[in-house]
């Protein structure tokens, strides 16, 4: 007997992909099936719309930050990001943006409960971060959380949309989101070192 979960997984994951690469035209029942390796009548039982089809679909977006947010409680700063990452890797490549403002114009009900849910699912992850680094000693205390946080949205966000420059370089998303990680906890260039005073002599200073 096939597994619920994994054949629900499947008809999202499918919906996503197909949302992705062809737009909304491109979701269809029919077409979801062939994706995702099941039966037309399999799909219709998950997603008897073309609206539950988009509802799946957007959900596997808005699920990454939910299984970064269920890591163990004790886990690190860095191992919490590491789960975030290891969910963004798995997403299908593709222009997010220009996808949400379709459906946003068809369908925006399901685009403003994405956002919703995104943005519920956002915030847990982000005090589960900021609590941990203060946990452990790591948190910047001379820093605005306001600003930080806005930051961090902004390049979490930019996640879910690679650059095709860098994946025309063969660049892969997972290093893309490496980099942004490594960025976002530990800068852009290291601190330099206080300038030495040059000390004179007094013999030398007696001219």
Do not use: W
Not at 185 to 207: D, I, Q, T, W, Y
Request: charged letters at 25%; glycine letters at 8%.
């Amino acid at each position: 007997m096939p597994n619920t979960v994994d054949t629900s997984s499947r008809v999202a994951g499918a919906a996503l992909r197909l949302l992705l690469e062809r737009g909304l035209r491109g979701v269809t029942g029919q077409a979801v099936a062939d994706c995702a390796g099941v039966s037309r009548m399999t799909v219709h039982r998950y997603c008897p719309s073309k609206q539950e089809l988009l509802h799946a679909a957007l959900g596997v977006v808005a699920n990454v930050f939910e299984e970064a947010v269920q890591t163990p409680r004790g886990s690190t700063v860095d191992e919490t990001i590491a789960r975030l990452g290891e969910a963004i890797a798995r997403l299908p490549v593709g222009d997010l943006p220009t996808r949400l403002a379709e459906v946003r114009t068809a369908h925006p009900g399901i685009h403003d409960q994405f956002l919703a849910t995104r943005r519920r699912a956002l915030d847990a992850l982000l005090s589960r971060v900021f609590r941990e680094a203060r946990e452990i000693g790591r948190f910047r205390s001379d820093l605005d959380r306001r600003v930080m946080e806005a930051f961090v949205r902004e390049s979490i966000a930019s996640l879910f949309t690679p650059n095709q420059v860098l994946l025309g370089q063969g660049v892969r998303p997972a290093e893309i989101f490496t980099t942004v990680k490594e960025i976002l906890l530990h800068g852009l260039v290291e601190r330099a070192p206080a300038p030495r005073v040059a000390r004179h002599s007094r013999k030398g200073a007696k001219r």
